[in-house]
Nanobody
Framework: QVQLVESGGGLVQPGGSLRLSCAASGTIFRVVAMGWYRQVPGKERELVAS???????NYADSVRGRFSISRDNAKNAVYLEMNSLKPEDTAVYYCNAHVYYSTTQWNHFWGQGTQVTVSS
């Protein structure tokens, strides 16, 4: 009932920047929180940044000061500005949203993932 569509990934040189976008659509009563995760082969998916309904922002230590998360409530969208990118940032980035899809039912929904590759 709820889908997340991501965009903005690609290939960038070290020190460059990318902006990831994610929009939620479907039967949405309320979006409580949204966030970004990333995963590399053989490792667990890890939190990169999150933004709660109370506008509280959380960042992984490895990206704090370089990445910035923002949200457009009217569009049910979340963005991730990635600056000063490093090869270690190379991963598949996934959007996640905590969504009420009825007056009482909620779940966490995942996007399809978008590849970010940082290489010279």
């Amino acid at each position: 009932q709820v889908q997340l569509v991501e965009s903005g990934g690609g290939l960038v040189q070290p020190g460059g920047s990318l902006r990831l976008s994610c929009a939620a659509s479907g039967t949405i009563f309320r979006v409580v929180a949204m966030g970004w995760y990333r995963q590399v082969p053989g490792k667990e998916r890890e939190l990169v940044a999150s933004l709660t309904g109370g506008a509280s922002r959380n960042y992984a230590d490895s990206v704090r000061g370089r990445f910035s998360i923002s949200r457009d409530n009217a569009k049910n969208a979340v963005y991730l500005e990635m600056n000063s990118l490093k090869p270690e940032d190379t991963a598949v980035y996934y959007c996640n949203a905590h969504v009420y899809y009825s007056t009482t039912q909620w779940n966490h929904f995942w996007g399809q993932g978008t590849q970010v590759t940082v290489s010279s």
